[in-house]
């Protein structure tokens, strides 16, 4: 049964659901959500793509970071543990450059959180064409993998957590998904302690008027990475802001993708589109801290990879692409600046979040252009 006839039958047995609950079944509706079914979702012939998909830059960059954060921790036994890999692009290139750093590989080990059972298929195929199986074992959770030795990463994670609206009103409201004379309409009914609580811990007040969305379960998220990790970094990478630079758009943020084309109608193509909200890198930072995590820094895609060196690596490339064949490779060097530039230009609009634990103040490359997160 697709999945908007049974959200349909839902509300007709059970009544309004929260706009929380329409988007997790939207997207993640065993075989029938948007993220749970087979169909291609990443990639130019999907609804988006992601910084690997650009380039193979983006995780040679953070592999460099990775590099630096195994040195800062002794060079021991170090585990990567990426959640939800799409389609394993981001672990193949981090496992690629980091296989030339034999001391590191050595005793490296690469875990992937997936739930999807076609997702996964999908990174297997992928990574076992490079060779690098042998380093990578799948999981469910991470309560299979703690205490982790390591770096938790994850990219374009967190924008996708089914989301609860709020609408400020004489008071704070939530929004609610019913069904009338053939389509979704949207209710208002008084928001709970735990979404008041919310906006109250991060001293976040809503003009009348504003809608905003409240990811509940990234602080649950959260909360379970630290838990989760024994010793070592988190590394967040997303597109949001910081709470001051969140809560300024009367509208909210939710945006749904279908082709690679944006819209702001989540009650259209139920199932088949993509919905995602902006994160809040304020509450990551300040769940993190509440369950153990201390903060490292925070900043933009494009400062995180200027500061490992984006651009020096880039010129190498070049070289090394014009003394293999100085006349075949012009057109390469020009494909590589157009990456590099949609990769800079994507990467204003993402945000880098590092976070340790049982470690002290240490320098990382990437966060020498940090910013202050408020």
């Given at each position: ?8 039958d839902?509300?007709r047995?059970?009544?309004?659901l929260?706009?929380r609950?329409?988007?997790?079944m939207a997207?993640y509706?065993?075989e ?6 087979a ?5 130019m ?8 998909y650009?380039?193979?830059l ?5 592999a460099g970071q990775?590099e ?35 001391e590191m590989?050595q005793v490296?080990q690469?875990?992937?959180?997936e ?5 996964r298929q999908?990174e297997?195929?992928l ?23 390591g770096?938790?990463?994850?990219n374009e994670?967190?924008?996708?957590f089914?989301?609860h ?5 004489d008071?704070?409201?939530e ?5 009338e ?5 949207e ?7 735990d979404?008041?609580?919310?906006l109250?811990?991060l001293?976040v007040t ?5 809608r ?17 990790l024994?010793?070592g970094f988190?590394i967040?990478?997303d597109?949001g802001?910081s709470?001051s630079g ?11 993708y ?9 009650y ?6 993509d919905?995602?909200?902006d ?9 993190g ?6 903060h ?5 895609q ?7 060196g984006?651009?020096?690596r ?7 692409a014009?003394?293999a ?23 204003n ?5 590092i976070?340790?634990k049982?470690?002290g ?6 966060l ?7």
């Open positions: 049964m697709p999945v908007p006839q049974i959200i349909i839902t509300i047995s059970q009544g309004p929260s706009f609950d329409f988007m997790e997207l509706y065993p029938e959500g948007y993220y749970a079914s169909c291609n979702k990443l990639g012939d999907g609804d988006f793509y992601t910084s690997p650009l380039t193979r983006f995780g040679d960059m953070l990775l630096e954060m195994w040195r800062n921790m002794g060079c021991g036994p170090f585990t990567i543990v990426e959640y939800g890999a799409g389609t394993g692009l981001l672990c193949r290139d981090i496992l690629v450059r980091l296989r030339d750093h034999r590989f490296l690469y875990v992937i959180i739930k999807s059972g076609p997702m999908r297997r195929e990574l076992a064409a490079e060779g690098l199986l042998h380093k990578l074992r799948w999981e469910i959770s991470i309560d299979a993998v703690a205490p982790v030795q770096c938790i990463l994850s994670l967190v924008d996708n089914a989301v609206q709020v609408v400020m009103e008071e704070l409201m929004v609610f998904v019913g069904y004379n053939q389509g979704f309409v209710r208002l009914r008084p928001a709970t302690t979404l008041k609580n919310y109250s811990e001293q809503l003009p009348r008027g504003f905003a969305e409240i990811n509940l379960e990234a602080t649950r998220w959260i909360k379970e990475v630290s838990a989760a024994g010793h988190v967040t990478i597109y802001n709470s969140l809560y300024t758009r009367s509208e909210g943020t939710l945006t749904c279908h082709r690679h084309q944006v819209n702001h109608s989540p259209e193509a139920v199932g088949e589109q919905i995602t909200s994160v809040n890198f304020s509450a990551l930072d300040h769940w801290r509440q369950g153990g995590l201390e490292c820094g925070f900043t933009s494009t400062r995180f990879l200027q500061g490992l984006l651009n020096r880039l010129q190498q490339l070049e070289r090394e014009a003394e064949d100085a006349a075949a490779d012009l057109a390469r060097q020009i494909d590589l600046r157009k990456l590099y530039t949609l990769l800079i230009g994507m990467g609009k993402f945000k880098v979040l976070q340790r049982g470690l103040r240490q320098f990382l490359s990437g020498q252009f940090a910013q202050v997160l408020a």
